[in-house]
């Protein structure tokens, strides 16, 4: 069950985070205009943002159906994996709709600095899943074949539940009128600025009515501008679905290879691929904390002659690197010393354990932090809009490191830690990347960031 629930997620999962620039592009876009006072610009992007997370369902659902034979026979699954696995399949694709709609939803809600809805949003659907899956097993609802099935109508109604919240939350929830923070945003830049907030209506506004709201005037000649345009929006959003392509396709193709290395290899991969994005999960907060702030903060920057502004940025951005640096620090020295216990959580096969105890281990702890700094650095690249610049970074890495490694990892390693080392090379890669794009490029820049930006 472990190797068809691995095949099935991990290509579903595959397919939807090709779309994450519907939350993480979004959130930037967002907290650009909230940051500038541009309501005309933020009201076009959430529509756009919706509208684009219901084409993107309607792709990602055409390719889940279609590519189901060649998927099967590429991870060369076997007939007692495929009997459990066939059912799950088009539940995750009837989820699809759901999951994109949702994140355009987060990507709305952290795009209005409503971080903590967006957070409650998402734990309430993942409690919601726990609670559902729980019963599942400790229940004992349906036969062995039946579990994974189980499992994903389970994902479905939480999901349903989660995207109608999540629409009456992006309906009545007011975005600030300027960058506004609460107390626990303010410990991230020391600054204090006052909050104001915009009318919970603005959304159903003329153009001409959003160009006036309050005592905020939203700069009328953005309205034209590339950025703002429904052209520069998909230019960004292309950028960030090449960038997200490559990624997960290096996901895919570790397990492809994986799953030649057999059922207890591609079990144990699975379970190294879930360890490996725990971390992910964790550092997530301090990433959006920089996609959010720093969006707002750099467009004040650009447009204000006070150095504190500056400053306000390059704290916020020391600040959540040392903490998703802690983190990972912290996730890496656990995954050690809880080693057995972790692994004995997720399988009891001797075969599969010796394949987790030979170097893997060792490596997944290691990495952590190289894990958790490139998560943050991530968010750090979008709120500095350089779209452009991550999908060359990540076009590199993908052709130039992580396509000869797993090539070696495949013929002349032939063992599993070969192509997670592949993975640790290529967000080295990133890492690079990202700091020479923020400490170097972004404190130095003048001039707006523009989508041909590179």
């Known amino acids: 069950m472990q190797a068809g629930f691995g095949a099935v997620a991990t290509t579903a999962n595959t397919v ?14 967002l907290g650009k205009h909230a940051g500038a006072a541009d309501w005309v610009s933020l009201r076009k992007h959430v529509k756009l943002a919706l509208i684009c997370g219901l084409a993107g369902a309607a792709l990602a659902c055409s390719t889940l159906a279609v590519l189901k034979p060649p998927i ?3 991870l060369n699954l076997q007939p007692e994996v495929l009997r459990g696995a066939t059912p799950y399949w088009w539940v995750r694709v009837a989820i699809t709709p759901l999951v994109l709609l949702n994140m355009s939803i987060s990507g709305i809600l952290q795009g209005f600095n409503r971080v903590t809805a967006a957070t409650m949003l998402i734990s309430g659907q993942a409690l919601l899943e726990i609670a559902g899956t729980l019963a599942v097993f400790l229940g004992g609802l349906g036969s ?26 992006v309906k009545l929830l007011r975005p600030p009128m300027t960058s506004a923070l609460d107390d626990r945003q303010e410990l991230l830049i020391a600054e204090d600025l006052a909050c104001t907030f915009l009318p919970a209506d603005v959304l159903l506004h003329t153009d001409e009515e959003a160009l006036v709201v ?3 005037v939203a700069k009328a000649d953005s309205v034209t501008s590339n950025d703002n345009s429904l052209m520069g929006f998909l230019a960004d959003g292309a950028s960030m679905l090449v960038r997200s392509t490559l990624l997960q396709a290096t996901f895919f193709i570790a397990l492809a290879v994986a799953s030649r290395m057999g059922t207890a290899a591609l079990a144990a991969h699975q379970i190294v691929a879930q360890l490996w994005l725990l971390t992910s999960y964790v550092t997530d907060g301090f990433a959006v904390a920089g996609t959010v702030l720093g969006s707002r903060l750099s467009h004040q920057r650009l447009d204000s002659t006070n150095s504190s502004d500056t400053r306000s940025l390059q704290v916020l951005c020391n600040r959540v690197l040392l903490s998703g640096l802690a983190i990972g620090t912290l996730c890496g020295f656990g995954f050690f010393v809880a080693e057995d216990w972790l692994i004995s959580l997720f399988t009891k096969a001797d075969v599969t354990v010796d394949i987790l105890h030979n170097n ?5 702890c290691v990495v952590q932090p190289l894990n958790s700094l490139v998560f943050v650095y991530d968010g750090l690249l979008y709120a500095s809009q350089s779209f452009a610049f991550t999908r060359n970074v990540m076009l590199v890495g993908f052709c130039l490191v ?22 640790a090379a290529l967000n080295l890669c990133r890492l690079l990347g990202g700091m020479y794009r923020i400490h170097i490029w972004w404190f130095q820049t003048a001039e707006p960031l523009t989508n041909g930006t590179v």
């Open 16 to 29: 939807c985070f090709l779309f994450n620039f519907l939350t993480d592009g979004v959130s930037a876009k």
């Open 72 to 74: 099967t026979l590429l």
């Open 144 to 169: 062995h074949e039946n579990y994974l099935r189980n499992m994903g109508l389970v994902t479905l109604a939480s999901a349903f539940i989660s995207a109608c919240v999540g629409l009456l939350l």
């Open 214 to 216: 309050g005592p905020v």
């Open 360 to 364: 893997l281990w060792s490596l997944l």
């Open 402 to 423: 992580f396509c000869p490694m797993i090539t070696v990892a495949q013929y002349t390693v032939k063992a599993l830690w070969g192509v997670w080392v592949a993975k």
